[in-house]
């Protein structure tokens, strides 16, 4: 009987120190019409319930990959369910892009940003979001 209180105990004090969250890790690849966006921030925030929860973000490499973490930066990846996704970048300084867009202003067009129409639902496990951004023409 001794050992199955320490057996309930154990168990009970196991599940206090997780992170109770339900998080999928996420990560892929950002390009602007076929070439890889660098240095582009990604920011996943839920959408689901009356307090979705917390958002996550990344950053993209110079091959455009990123990977996210929570925002409040205590566990990689992002909470499961449907997400706005987010992506803004500046152009970068010296860049072909740098010439045409105005300083300050973002590379990549409204609809993946301040008005995004992007969502990726984040499932348990690993989940690879990759997103082809388009400018229009």
Same mark, same amino acid.
Do not use: I
């Given at each position: 009987m001794r050992n199955l209180l320490l057996l309930l105990c154990a168990l009970f004090l196991a599940q206090g120190c997780g992170d109770s969250r339900r998080l999928g890790t996420v990560s892929g690849i950002i390009t602007l019409d076929g070439q890889p966006l660098p240095n582009a921030r990604?920011?996943?925030q839920p959408m689901e319930g009356r307090n979705p929860g917390i958002g996550s973000y990344g950053q993209t490499d110079v091959k455009g990959?990123?990977? #996210?973490?929570l925002i409040d930066e205590k566990a990689q990846g992002a909470m499961v369910g449907l997400h706005r996704v987010i992506i803004k970048a500046a152009p970068a300084k010296g860049s072909q892009t740098d010439d045409k867009v105005p300083a300050g202003k973002d590379v990549v067009p409204p609809e993946y940003n301040t008005n995004s129409i992007l969502q990726f639902e984040v499932k348990p496990g690993h989940n690879e979001a990759n997103f082809d #951004?388009?400018?229009k023409k």
């Open positions: 990604v920011n996943f990959e990123y990977s #996210l973490t #951004l388009k400018k």
